[in-house]
């Protein structure tokens, strides 16, 4: 299950070993933009779609969020939800694929996984043309960009600004659960020459599970606990995930795997037997 070297995915997902510190530097930034009803509706939408982790579900708020731009081009909070709808949609593609410090999950994107990132990052730049200034849209920014990565060159590359948008969006809102989810994923999976920190990552899911209800910031705390020898502590955390969303096959498959004591029970990819299973739980 996986997200974006990081890894985010909507089983899973997670986030670059790319995302390298973000810091950020003082500016005068307005309040919030209220958002229009129908960004509101999409957004309950993709909400939904993502906790049932279902490519239908994703698809859906893709066409819906698209014909409402098409109508009201100028709904920045609705482009922003676009884009993140991309990024969950792409997620869920690798949601399945495991989890490993260090490696990214591609060395050359598929078709339908570039296609997805490069329609959220485009979806970014309308959000913003619009007036969108939020730490949400810097956060989309920064996981849409760490999904490109499949090298270290390619991480060099982008880097640069994977930073300045998880800067961008630690200073508008350094508390969002969802932006801790990304900080926490930049220090799990990052190789040891790119600031791998398992019981930093470990603070910063957390405080996203104590201000959100995402059951992937359980999930990631579970795997830094794994890491870091606490194999109980990740069985805890695993079955907080299952049983905050028990549509998440990832969760349910590598709580079993916690359980039989496996030595890896994040890295391998989920197999059929394995979903079977755990659709029969």
Known sequence: MSTLFVVATVGIGAAAWSLVSAGGHGQNIGPARPMTRAAIELAEALKAARCRCSMEALDNVVVSGNAHIAAAPKDSGAWRLVAEAYLERAQQRIHLRGLRVGKPFFTELPEEFAGDIDAGLA????????????????????????????????????????????GAASLRDAEAPELQIALGLRKLLSPEFFGHDAAGALAHFERAAGGGDDERSSIYAGMACHLQGQRMLAIEWLERASASNPLNIFAKVVLARLRKEESDPFGRDVTPVEVSAAKSR
């Open 123 to 166: 979806a970014v730049t309308q959000a913003q043309l619009h007036g969108d200034d939020s730490s949400a849209i810097f956060r989309v920014k920064a996981l849409l960009l760490s999904h490109q990565i499949t090298s270290v060159f390619t991480a060099l590359r982008y880097n640069g600004a994977i930073v300045r948008a998880l």
